[in-house]
């Protein structure tokens, strides 16, 4: 995995997987699958309503959650 080295010193993988209209029962299925394969960048958004999923799927990876950078959005309302 290649990474970039952000302003602050954090360096974060320069591909990830975007949950972005996958569905709560495929989510948690489709980002373990994404980290088997790789991945360690997951994005999620609170308005996906998908977020626990991936948070189930990252703790059942068996990956230290230290090696996956994960980013969400929240909903402003």
Partial sequence: MEYVTL??????????YGVYQVTKEECER????????GYRAIDTAQSYFNERAVGRAIKDSGIDRKNIFLSTKIWFS
């Fill in 7 to 16: 302003n602050n010193g954090v360096k974060m993988p320069i591909l990830g």
């Fill in 30 to 37: 489709c980002v373990l699958d994404a980290l088997k394969v």
